[in-house]
């Protein structure tokens, strides 16, 4: 080796069988400084890592004191904005911890009356309240933005005594009705439900459907069972622990009461990478830069909440691992069933491929779980608008301003054209605006809605009926150790419990204390503020260029891989292991499953609701040559508009500024007669019937030439017509027979960015619906 060379002490050395993400580990490591070299790197990089090492300590001493302080106030909350309570659920008659407060508008704020309302569920999965609205973009921010009143449902740190889950539910349909009667002349709300609270807002809009404008869940899983191979490993926690019998044992130690922080940890956990090094130590690496983000994170991270024992018994037993909500097995106090199928609002679901605690097929899989197809979603008149980001994690959907920024925004913005659409399945696609675009006062996101069958959902990821018959196996055995555990070891736990255990219980989770322990409780944290005083005012950090730092990210990165490497093992050791013995079909039989019976099934639909679709098929054949010039511009423009089997934003929205025009009809009555149009459209594939009868619609031949004029009017708002809308233009034109079709060119221009706000003007002989707009303020 010659004098001016040097190599890594780690290179060409395999002194045991190394994982493989450490496989490169000699060949890329940065070297280390040789003699000859200066040894000024060293020097800087130790005082820049002392330094940093204090900060960090720092950073951690503030985290653990303002964790203190936020658990230890009752009402705490994240939220950014000014906010009054207006109605407790303590003063229901079943008492809830539960309150609906009306969120402030910041000053400047201008707030549409005629708006419908907006109103935030926020999840009690483990932490307080607030994560819809701890930024300012953010779901609220959106909503301000937009000029909607906003109301928040939040909840305290601790549970009443003896509340459940369905007093939850029932209580928050006492909160809606509030909402309703604040905003008597305004659409139904708005309800955005995030993680935990999408499905319990969903089974709020059960029992009272008509409270409900569009319901959106972001993140919410409602099909626990299923997932795919090799990606979902959270569906396996509970057949690898036996059961829910664990969580009653959890709660009856803590004098029933159960800890958020478990919930919390089984997040962690998933992410071994993250939670043990890398989260720590890009806080460590740029804290000067970093700490304020970290610390307004943790805020809400570190928020840890209680629930009652039965309450979390019941998300187990019931859905978790029982994975009754899309099976019609589950009943409210009054003994009703929810059955997702009688929820008459449209219901927008957010997901993420990213997302590895509710993934698509969880998040998704409750449509096919309910419906055979989309021919019976439309027969139900139900409309079901699914949006997937492609890469965001599970938090990102409500915390990320880039979600808040483009599905947040465009789903609030659109809300009124969501609610206006035909019943079906449709997935919103949003995609970018060129720069050019955006510069000349267009909106940065073009978004549409595509028509799309059950298919498309599949292809998240389905399970195969042998996939369902472990699961069934595993509630099966649940069942048994629940039952063993409440008739022989319950009563002796229950005698073990003291308030003196459960307070010990609480302060030694583990996850509590990676707090408390950097907080100033602790004697050995004392010196940190001063030092870290010392260090930020004589700070020296080290050049990007200093050897020892690039080796110290080096470490840090062969350290995330290989625990994210042993993660990666553990997954799929539990997947194999989950499968093995629960899919055995010896173990199957002990339980109970008979080999060729049916773990899954649609829910039954009734001889009335049968009786009822055949009757509504026979109304829409009927309807084919009824109605007058509304119907057939109705049904011209949705014939020209899905020529790409897809409706764009600016489209609906002039769609959605014809309906105000019609003032003979209010909006309920426009979006039947929208449906109607639809339903007749769909009852051939090439649609003939229902173009054919458009001469039977309007026979005068001036209205016919109007008709063509507004269509064009109303389909060119996004822009010049493309060659499939001309052709079917083209089409509609002949069959009523207008000869001098107007140039689509000089008739159609791009129109500005819309916000959502437009005119209408209606003549005698014409309906037109002009969007005009000017741009979003930035």
Do not use: W
């Given at each position: 080796m010659s004098a001016n060379t040097t190599s890594s002490p780690f290179t060409n050395q395999s002194l045991w069988p190394l994982p493989a993400p450490l496989a490169s580990w000699g060949s890329e490591a940065p070297q280390w400084p040789g003699p000859s070299a200066s040894s000024a790197p060293l020097p800087e990089y130790l005082v820049d890592a002392w330094q940093r090492t204090v900060l960090f300590l720092e950073t951690l001493r503030e985290r653990g004191n303002e964790q203190e302080k936020i658990t230890s106030s009752p009402l705490a909350t994240v939220l950014i904005y000014?906010?009054?309570?207006?109605?407790?659920?303590?003063?229901?008659?079943?008492?809830?911890?539960?309150?609906?407060?009306?969120?402030?508008?910041p000053e400047g704020t201008i707030i549409d009356p005629a708006k419908r309302p907006v109103v935030?569920?926020?999840?009690?999965?483990?932490?307080?309240?607030?994560?819809?609205?701890?930024?300012?973009?953010?779901?609220?921010?959106?909503?301000?933005?937009?000029?909607?009143?906003?109301?928040?449902?939040?909840?305290?740190a601790q549970p009443e005594p003896g509340q459940t889950f369905l007093d939850v539910v029932e209580g928050q349909v006492k909160f809606f009705e509030h909402v309703v009667a604040r905003h008597p002349d305004a659409p139904k709300p708005l309800a955005i439900g995030n993680c935990q609270a999408g499905y319990q807002t969903l089974l709020v809009a059960v029992q009272r459907p008509d409270l409900f404008g569009v319901g959106m869940v972001a993140g919410s899983p409602m099909s626990y069972w299923q997932g795919v191979h090799g990606k979902n490993p959270m569906r396996y926690a509970g057949g690898m622990l036996g059961g829910s019998w664990l969580t009653e044992l959890v709660s009856d130690l803590s004098g029933g009461k159960f800890d958020g922080t478990w919930l919390i940890l089984n997040f962690d956990t998933l992410n071994l990478g993250n939670w043990l090094w890398s989260k720590q130590y890009e806080v460590y690496a740029d804290v000067d830069s970093d700490q304020q983000r970290y610390l307004g994170f943790e805020k809400w991270w570190g928020d840890f909440i209680q629930l009652n024992g039965s309450e979390i018994q019941y998300l187990v037993d019931e859905m978790f691992i029982g994975?009754?909500?899309?099976?019609?097995?589950?009943?409210?106090?009054?003994?009703?069933?929810?059955?997702?199928?009688?929820?008459?609002?449209?219901?927008?679901?957010?997901?993420?491929?990213?997302d590895n605690i509710s993934p698509p097929p969880q998040t998704l899989g409750w449509i096919l779980d309910l419906y055979k197809d989309v021919d019976e979603l439309r027969a139900e008149?139900?409309?079901?608008?699914?949006?997937?980001?492609?890469?965001?994690?599970?938090?990102?959907?409500?915390?990320?301003?880039?979600?808040?920024?483009?599905?947040?925004?465009?789903?609030?913005?659109?809300?009124d054209v969501i609610e206006l659409l035909p019943p079906g399945l449709y997935e919103m696609v949003i995609t970018p605006t060129s720069e050019e675009e955006v510069k000349a006062g267009k909106l940065p996101w073009n978004t549409s809605f595509e028509l799309r069958t059950f298919d498309n959902l599949r292809a998240y990821g389905r399970n195969t009926p042998e996939d369902d018959k472990a699961f069934a196996a595993v509630r099966r055995l649940s069942e048994i150790n629940h039952s063993l555990y409440r008739t022989f070891l319950r009563p002796f736990v229950q005698t073990l419990s003291t308030p003196q255990l459960s307070d010990f219980i609480l302060k030694s989770n583990p996850l509590r204390l990676s707090y408390t322990f950097f907080a100033d409780g602790n004697p050995l944290m004392k010196p940190v503020a001063k030092l870290a005083e010392e260090?930020?005012?004589?700070?020296?950090?080290?050049?990007?260029?200093?050897?020892?730092?690039v080796l110290q990210k080096h470490v840090s990165d062969q350290i995330n891989a290989t625990l994210s490497a042993i993660?990666?093992?553990?997954?799929?050791?539990?997947?194999?292991?989950?499968?093995?013995?629960?899919?055995?079909?010896?173990?199957?039989?002990?339980?109970?499953?008979?080999?060729?019976?049916?773990?899954?099934?649609?829910?039954?639909v009734s001889p009335e609701k049968r009786e009822q679709r055949k009757r509504q098929a026979e109304a829409v054949t009927a309807r084919i040559s009824v109605g007058g010039y509304d119907e057939a511009l109705v049904r011209s423009v949705l014939y020209v508009a899905l020529a790409h089997h897809r409706f764009n934003d600016r489209t609906l929205l002039a769609l959605n500024e014809l309906g105000r025009s019609l003032t003979h009809l209010n909006l309920d009555k426009y979006k039947e007669l929208v449906g109607a149009q639809f339903d007749v459209l769909m009852l051939d594939p090439a649609h003939d019937q229902a173009i054919n009868a458009l001469?039977?619609?309007?026979?005068?031949?001036?209205?016919?030439?109007?008709?063509?004029?507004?269509?064009?009017?109303i389909v060119g708002a996004n822009g010049v017509l493309t060659g499939p809308e001309e052709q079917r233009l083209d089409h509609v034109a002949q069959v009523l027979k207008v000869a001098d079709e107007p140039d689509t060119a000089e008739q159609t221009k791009p129109v500005p960015a819309l916000t959502g706000k437009a005119s209408a003007k209606v003549t005698d002989g014409t309906r037109k619906a002009i969007t005009t707009s000017t741009p979003v303020a930035e």
């Open positions: 000014d906010h009054e309570i207006i109605l407790s659920g303590r003063s229901l008659e079943r008492p809830i911890n539960f309150s609906l407060s009306r969120i402030i508008p935030i569920v926020d999840p009690r999965a483990g932490q307080g309240p607030g994560i819809g609205g701890f930024k300012s973009v953010s779901e609220i921010g959106e909503a301000f933005e937009h000029g909607h009143a906003v109301y928040f449902i939040g909840f305290a994975d009754r909500l899309t099976r019609n097995e589950l009943r409210g106090n009054d003994g009703t069933v929810f059955d997702l199928r009688n929820i008459t609002s449209p219901i927008l679901v957010l997901t993420s491929e990213g008149g139900r409309t079901i608008v699914y949006c997937v980001n492609p890469t965001v994690g599970h938090l990102a959907i409500f915390v990320s301003a880039k979600v808040g920024g483009k599905e947040d925004e465009e789903m609030i913005r659109l809300v260090a930020r005012a004589n700070r020296r950090p080290a050049s990007e260029t200093n050897p020892y730092l993660g990666d093992a553990r997954d799929k050791l539990i997947e194999q292991s989950f499968f093995n013995f629960y899919g055995n079909p010896v173990v199957q039989g002990l339980l109970g499953l008979n080999d060729g019976e049916p773990v899954r099934q649609l829910p039954p001469p039977e619609l309007v026979s005068d031949a001036a209205a016919r030439e109007n008709l063509i004029k507004d269509t064009i009017e």
